[in-house]
């Protein structure tokens, strides 16, 4: 997620709990943490998918979904 993005989303929590937000920008605040929220899952998902367990004899196992 770009900078200018988190930047905003900080922005208008402050604004929030200082002034309080318009319809619109509480819309703006919803669609910014939603994709800030898919990013972090995206990115945590990425890692997991690269993580091995290495067992006391050496082995490494992949690190399974959960269904």
């Known amino acids: 997620m770009e ?3 988190i930047e905003r989303i900080s ?3 402050k604004k929030a ?3 309080g937000l318009s319809e619109q920008e509480r819309k ?3 669609t910014l943490r939603d994709e800030y929220i898919a990013s972090v ?3 945590l998902t990425a890692q997991l998918d690269n993580t ?3 067992r006391p004899d050496g082995t490494k196992q992949k690190v399974q979904k959960k269904k």
């Open 28 to 30: 703006e605040q919803k």
């Open 11 to 13: 922005f208008l929590a």
């Open 3 to 5: 900078k200018s993005k």
């Open 52 to 54: 091995y367990i290495v």
């Open 41 to 43: 899952k995206k990115n």
């Open 17 to 19: 709990k200082t002034e």
